[in-house]
């Protein structure tokens, strides 16, 4: 028995066209309801806070060394006072389920100048600092992030991540440093870290998916950004907002302040910062982190809102330049004396 063939009618080439232009928009749509989904499930915090901008007289005027904010009841944020310490860091505590995150541990090493350990337990939920393990981890090894170290090893429940670029390495379980993730598992509360060399071989960067807050260390701050390798601070740049460009961000939040409200720096080792400008920068702050370090002449360079310094460069170039100028003195002192010299043998041929 014959069949016959039945033709499939074919799809107009604009209809196609309009259903691929509506897949488009459907997948648009879906990404930023999942991005206004992830928005709205952060756990809010507020940055209502005033820090304390030391003093013109440190000896006169006696304050608190450490002052603490809860940014949420489970979210808090230290700072040692400039009359303690002119580095004046920033401290962060994260408090998970079964575990907290302590994030650096200041630059004051005695607790009866700096009580941050007993601070700090004290901030742990009311029953009992034995029952919530804290993990101390620093966002680089620089002595103003970790000086306070020695005041945990002492307490129950508390480990202390090494500071040293194996340490780093090891306990994070990052085999091609400084590529890949790893994660902390605070129980009900996960933080990712993100490797971000550049201000120091060392350095790391927390992202808080509770909250939304990215925990950058002396990568990001409203402060002098102390680029000791270019290539690796635009590298790690480039990896952070790759990885948060497309996931919720409530504030970055950095090591220190050292910008007043309009934008110019304080004096190096100043304690006292008055107007200064606030802790919490944007996430399009961050994104505009790489073209800022593109733009780094390699010594100084005032881009936006961002001043980026090479310190060693500018010494090493300091120095080359003082040493010019001490050559050309030496050189002006001995040719003066020896016209001198030739000018009074001249003068003695005359008499003679």
Known sequence: MATKN????????????????????????????????????????????????GSQDCKAVVQPPIQVHAYNPRTFILRENLCATFEAPFIYL??????????????????????????VMQLLPADGPRKTALLVVHTHRHLDHRAGDEQFPHLSNVQVVGFDIDSVRHFYNFTDWPNGLAQINLGDRMV????????NETEVSFYDRNTGLFFSGDFLMPARLLVSDSSAYLASAQRATAFLRDRPISFVLGG????DADGETFPWESQYHPNEQVLQMTKDDLLALPAAITSFNGFY????????????????????????????????????????????????????
């Open 256 to 259: 220190h302040i050292e910008l």
């Open 94 to 119: 994260l408090v998970g389920s079964t575990k907290a995150l302590l994030i650096d541990s200041g630059d004051v090493a005695d607790p009866k100048l700096m009580p941050l350990a007993s601070t």
């Open 192 to 199: 990712d870290v993100i490797p971000t060399p550049g201000h």
């Open 301 to 352: 360079t005032r881009s936006g809102k961002f001043v980026l310094m090479d310190p060693m460069r500018i010494l090493i170039a300091l120095s080359v330049f003082a040493g010019v100028i001490l050559i050309a003195l030496v050189m002006a002192v001995v040719l003066y004396l020896r016209r001198r010299r030739v000018a009074r043998k001249s003068y003695a041929r005359v008499e003679i």
């Open 6 to 53: 039945h033709a499939v009618p074919a799809i107009p080439i604009g209809y196609t066209t309009c259903l691929r232009h509506t897949l488009h928009v459907l997948l648009a749509l879906g990404t930023l309801l999942e991005a206004s989904l992830a928005r709205s499930q952060l756990v809010p915090g507020s940055m209502d806070v005033h820090w304390n901008g």
